[in-house]
């Protein structure tokens, strides 16, 4: 495979996860309530609960994000002569 079709690769895929991870983030703060009553329905889970695993999924979102697509598209970036 080429440099420049991974580098644009890496470069799209930066963009939809980012998206993605905005989308996330964005559907947690203007939907918490839909969001703690299906929770709280489905599992019986407490606000509470439910806020420490939104904060955890969107934290451990961000860390993929940037390990594993900002990171080598940045690299990818960085080698292009």
């Not at 079709?5 to 890496?10: M, Q």
């Not at 929770?39 to 019986?44: A, C, E, I, L």
């Not at 509470?48 to 970036?77: C, R």
Request: net charge positive; glycine share 8%; with cysteine.
């Amino acid at each position: 495979m080429e440099l420049v079709t991974l580098k644009e690769f890496f470069m799209w895929m930066t963009v939809v996860n980012f998206g993605v991870f905005m989308w996330s983030a964005i559907m947690c703060i203007g939907c918490k309530g839909f969001i703690y009553r299906i929770h709280g329905k489905m599992f019986g889970l407490s606000q509470d609960t439910v806020n420490t695993m939104l904060y955890g999924f969107l934290g451990f979102y961000k860390i993929v994000f940037i390990v594993f697509v900002l990171i080598p598209w940045i690299a990818l970036v960085i080698m292009e002569p």
